[in-house]
C-alpha cells in the first residue's frame, strides 16, 4: 500500500472478495469490475470494519499502472468510520409486521396505484410478489409503482434492479424512473446476474443497518431463479422442469431478506415472478416462492386480452395483516368493497372496481362512499 505521494477522493461500493479485500465499484457502471476502480486492500477492510456493499468515500493514492489504492476512508454508509463500526448487524435486527404504509395514491392517481392501495396495500418492510403472465401489464405498473415511491416517499432509497432483461427495457426505466437502476441484460452471462444480485442486496442491507428505508423492484425473480439454476454445477438433484434443488438457496435468501426492522431501518422487496410461459421450469420457479411473501398482486390474462388495465385479479390479490396498514374505518370499508366483490368472477370485478373508482378523484372519497348494507329485520 503507497504512503506517500498525493490523495484523491474516491466513492464506491465496495465488493470485497475472499481474501478480505476489494474493489469499489460505481453504480453508473451497474457494479461491474473497471480497470480503474480503486483497491480496498483487506487492512483497510478489517481496521474499518468493511461489510459486502457498503458505500464509501475516502482518500486514495496512485499505486502506478493506473490502479489507486484507498489509504482512509473518511465515511461509511454516510457516517463517519467510528459510527459506522457500531452498527448493527443486519441478521441481528429484530423483524416486525409492516405497519407504515406507503401512500401511493394521492388526488387523480394512476388508477393501478389506486387499486394497489385498495385491495393489496404496501408497507415499509414488506416481501411483495407480483404474479403476471406474459403482456398483462407488469413493466407500466412497475413504473408506476417507482414513480410513486419517489414522488411521494422521497426519504426512501429506491433500487430498480433489471436481471436478464431486454436491452431497450432497461433504457426506458433508466429514463423513465428517477431511480438507482441496475441492470443485467440479456445478452449477459448468468455468473452476472448472479453477482449483480448480490451486491444489491448486500447494499441494501448496509443501508437498512444504518437507519435507511429501501425498496427494492426486482424483475423478475423468475429469471434471478433461471441463473442461479445455470450456475450450477454437477452433483446437485434434478427437479422437475429441469431445477437443480440447489438452485433456488440463493432467490430465497434474496426474497427473504424484505423486513421491517424494529428501531432501525426496513427493506421492501416487490418481485415479479412469470407465469403462463410455457416453461415448466419457470413453473416450479413460482410454485417454490408462492405463499413465501406477504403480499401478492396477482395481474390476470383473461382480464387483459378484455383491455382492462390494470388487469389485477381483485379476488386473489392482498396483504397480510392489512389491519395494521390502515385505520379501523378504513379497514370496514375495506372488507365492504370485499364482500360486494366476491360473488363475481375476477373479470367482473376488475371491471367492477375499475369502473367505481374512476368516478371519485382519491380513494378517501371511493371509500366514503360505501355504505353498510341496513341490517335484516328478524321478526318473531
Known amino acids: 500500500m503507497p504512503t506517500t505521494g498525493p490523495t484523491t477522493t474516491v466513492t464506491g461500493v465496495v465488493e470485497l472478495s475472499d481474501g478480505g479485500g476489494g474493489f469499489l465499484r460505481q453504480v453508473a457502471q451497474n457494479y461491474l469490475p473497471f480497470r480503474d476502480d480503486a483497491v480496498v486492500p483487506s487492512t483497510i477492510a478489517r481496521d474499518f470494519g468493511l461489510r459486502d456493499g457498503t458505500e464509501i468515500e475516502g482518500l486514495a ?47 387523480q392517481a394512476e388508477t393501478s396505484l ?28 412497475l413504473e408506476h409503482l417507482g414513480k410513486a415511491i419517489t414522488q411521494h416517499h422521497p426519504e426512501v432509497h429506491l433500487i430498480l434492479l433489471l436481471i436478464d432483461e431486454r436491452p431497450e427495457e432497461v433504457t426506458h426505466f433508466r429514463r423513465a424512473v428517477p431511480a438507482e437502476v441496475l441492470a443485467s441484460s ?129 379476488l386473489k390479490s392482498g396483504t397480510r395483516r392489512e389491519e395494521l396498514l390502515c385505520t379501523p374505518e378504513e379497514l370496514a370499508k375495506r372488507h365492504l368493497l370485499r364482500r360486494a366483490l366476491a360473488d363475481l368472477s375476477a373479470v367482473e370485478a376488475a371491471q367492477f372496481l375499475l369502473d367505481k373508482i374512476t368516478k371519485t378523484p382519491s380513494n378517501a372519497a371511493f371509500l366514503g362512499s360505501i355504505v353498510a348494507p341496513a341490517p335484516v329485520r328478524k321478526f318473531r
Open 61 to 107: 493514492r496512485d499505486a502506478g499502472g493506473g490502479r489507486r489504492v484507498v489509504v482512509e476512508i473518511t465515511k461509511a454508509s454516510g457516517l463517519a468510520p467510528e459510527e459506522y463500526r457500531a452498527l448493527p448487524h443486519f441478521q441481528d435486527l429484530t423483524s416486525v409486521n409492516p405497519h407504515e404504509p406507503f401512500r401511493l395514491a394521492a388526488e
Open 114 to 141: 389506486r387499486i394497489i392501495d385498495l385491495i393489496a396495500p404496501i408497507g415499509r418492510g414488506q416481501r411483495g410478489l407480483i404474479v403476471s403472465p406474459p403482456k398483462a401489464g407488469k413493466t407500466t405498473l
Open 186 to 314: 440479456a445478452d449477459s452471462q448468468a455468473d452476472a446476474h448472479i453477482r449483480l444480485a448480490r451486491l444489491a442486496i448486500e447494499r441494501s442491507k448496509r443501508l437498512v443497518e444504518a437507519g435507511r428505508h429501501v425498496v427494492i423492484l426486482l424483475d423478475s425473480l423468475t429469471r434471478l431463479g433461471r441463473a442461479s439454476n445455470r450456475e450450477m454445477g454437477p452433483g446437485g438433484r434434478t427437479m422437475s422442469g429441469g431445477v437443480d434443488n440447489r438452485a433456488l438457496q440463493f432467490p430465497r435468501q434474496f426474497f427473504g431478506a424484505a423486513r421491517n426492522c424494529e428501531g432501525s431501518g426496513s427493506l421492501t422487496i416487490l418481485a415479479t415472478a412469470l407465469v403462463e410461459t410455457g416453461s415448466r421450469m419457470d413453473e416450479v420457479i413460482f410454485q417454490e416462492f408462492k405463499g413465501t411473501g406477504n403480499m401478492e398482486l396477482i395481474l390476470d390474462r383473461a382480464i387483459a386480452d378484455r383491455r382492462i388495465f390494470p388487469a389485477v385479479d381483485v
